[in-house]
């Protein structure tokens, strides 16, 4: 394993941490606009939302390098 991937590893936890955090903040917002959500349905579509946004921003960042 290499110097990168060790510091990548040693901070996993701290990145799920980050990505929880997002959710939790866009998840309440969402019971907020609409009172009488299902809320697996809404933490369901949060999720796809995010991981649709992720997938995005990993093709922009990786088309950056040859």
Known sequence: M???QKELE???SEIKKELEL?????NRIS????PE???????QL???V???ALDELKEEI?????
Not at 62 to 66: E, G, H, M, R, V
């Open 46 to 48: 949060l999720l796809k």
């Open 2 to 4: 290499d110097a990168i």
């Open 37 to 43: 959500v299902d809320q697996k349905e809404a933490a």
């Open 22 to 26: 997002l959710f939790n903040a866009n």
């Open 10 to 12: 040693s901070r996993k």
């Open 31 to 34: 019971s907020w606009d609409v």
């Open 50 to 52: 995010m991981q649709d």
């Open 62 to 66: 990786l088309s950056k390098y040859p």
